[in-house]
Each structure stands twice: as structure tokens, then as C-alpha cells.
């Protein structure tokens, strides 16, 4: 056990709670494999958007798969690792029964939705303006090193293992480096990604053989 | 201010133990939990989890259910009524202590 009791005492039974949950939901990698899986579908589907031309129907099919994808991933992928680890790992990482989430916490999820897709407007609206002008470079760069800075930033603070810091850094390292290489837009996004998904789905991988390859406990 | 720090003398001594703080925290924050992911959660060895379940199980703040899923044995621990109260006026106690 890690904790110092004087520490532990000085936090919000919630936050304990928070902090244990965090650790045994990522004990197992199922969920960096979901992400990972989650970021390649995401970069293929950018890299067709960069071989198809504009108004084709390849094009349009890849628009409509990103507006599909997320939600679908979003359900799907917390059925399928609840799935899995009940199916096949119980004995390794235990049986769990969630709450169900509250009116309260949908909201939430749904104002942070809300403002996600008001940031991807806004800044899709300022790189179609940036496009038409000389500055069409600056906002595709803006873009990608935003993305990378902001998703990696989000992946070491909801993370909070040393795997998923680095793992920021490198997302936001690569956003920045895209940014001044001069490439296209959903061509960058693609090599963002795609980065990302199969780092994600590695240490995933690695981290879900290291737990199946421990000896099993014996129980209680 | 003293009468908070005072306060703090009728504090639930099952609850503040470090480890069984942790136990109760986490199924306070889920519907139920087997051994065995109390286990992984908590960094606990299965002797000292076991003798923690018991200690909380004897003052009614947890149930305990031995069941099976398919062919793998759970014992699912979930926390009672008065388990939950007992957490919210020590959150409370501690909180006012602290502030």
C-alpha cells in the first residue's frame, strides 16, 4: 500500500475513491487498446478525406463516418470492455458494478460535448476563412498544434500514469512539429492520429500480456 | 473552532483506519464490488482485506454475498444504509476539521 494516512485522511472519501477506480479501471490496458482502435479508425478515415477531392461521395463517406464514429465508439467501446473483462479477465481484475450515471453527470458530459463542437465550428469556420487568404498555412498549423497541445494535455491530466504523460507529450510534440512542416490539413490529422492510436494501442497490448501473462492470485 | 476540532474526538474509529477509509470510499462510489477488484483497487494483501471486510461487515456498514459468475466464485461486498451515513458524517466531520 502507497498511501500515507495522514495524506489519505486529508482527502474527500470521493476523491479516494476517484484516485483507486482510476487505477484499477487502467490496470488491465483494454481501455488505451478502445483508444487506441478509436484514434486509427479516426486517422484512416482523415487520410481518405485527404485522397478523395472535395464533394466526392469517398469524401462525403468519410465525413459522415467521423459524425457516426464517435458516438458509436463513445457506447460501444465501455460495452465491450465491460464485456471482455467479464468474459475473460474477471479473475484477474475482479467484478465491479458501476452506478448509473446520473442526470447531473449527463449534463455535464453534454455541456462538455456542447463546447468541444463549438471549439471543432470555430476552428474549422477560421481555417475555411484562413484558406481563402495568405494565412491558409498559419491555420492549418493553429489546428494541428492546438489539437496536439490540447489532446495531449487531456491525456497526462485524465490519465495520471507516467505511460499517459509521455504519451501527451508525444501527441502534442508531434501536433507542434506537424504544425511547421508545412503538411495538409487532413493529412496531418492523419499522422496525428494515427501516431497516437497505434502508440495507445501498444502500450495497451503491452500492458493487457503483462497482466495476463501474472500468475493468478489465489483467492480470498 | 474548537468545537469542530472537538468534533473530531467522536469521529468513527471503523471508518478512519486508512485501509478500510479506502475500502469504504470505493464502494461508496460503485453499486457492488467482489474481493478481488477491492483487491487490485486497494493495494491490499487478501489476509488484510479479509480481516478489514470482516471488521466492517461486523459493525453493519458492508454486506457481504458469496455468488458465483458462470464458474468463478465472487464474493461481493456492497455497502449498507448505515454504512452510507457513516460515511457522509465522517466526510462531513473531517471536512469541518480541515476547513
Known sequence: MTHSSSLLHQ????????????????RDGLPEIAVGITFLVLAGLCWLQEIFKH?????QAASL???????ALAFG?????????????????????????????RGIVFVIAAAVAAAVTIATYIFIRG??????????????????IIGGAGAAFLGRLPRYVVGGVIMAATGIYLAFSGVSLNAGFAILYGLIGLLSLISGCVVLLLLVRQPAQEGE | MSAKIQQLAEIDRV??????????????????ADFQYLRNAT???????????????EAGYIAIEKSFR????????????????????????IKAALR
Open chain 1, 131 to 148: 484558406s481563402h487568404s495568405s494565412t491558409a498555412f498559419s491555420a492549418t498549423g493553429w489546428l494541428l498544434a492546438g489539437t496536439g
Open chain 2, 15 to 32: 471508518i478512519h483506519e486508512p485501509a478500510r477509509l479506502m475500502i469504504v470510499a470505493l464502494l461508496a462510489a460503485v453499486v457492488e
Open chain 1, 11 to 26: 482527502e474527500d472519501p470521493n476523491a479516494i475513491a476517484k484516485r483507486l477506480m482510476q487505477k484499477a479501471h487502467t
Open chain 2, 70 to 93: 458462470g464458474k468463478y466464485p465472487l464474493t461481493i461486498c456492497r455497502l449498507t444504509e448505515r454504512g452510507i451515513e457513516v460515511l457522509d458524517n465522517y466526510r462531513k466531520v
Open chain 1, 65 to 71: 463516418g467521423m459524425v457516426l464514429l464517435f458516438p
Open chain 1, 77 to 105: 467501446t465501455q460495452w465491450a470492455i465491460k464485456h471482455v473483462r467479464r468474459r475473460f479477465l474477471i479473475k484477474k481484475v475482479g467484478y465491479v458494478e458501476a452506478k448509473p450515471v446520473n442526470r447531473k453527470q
Open chain 1, 55 to 59: 464533394g466526392t461521395n469517398g469524401y
Open chain 2, 43 to 57: 493495494g491490499l494483501t487478501q489476509g488484510n482485506l479479509s480481516t478489514h471486510l470482516s471488521r466492517l461487515e
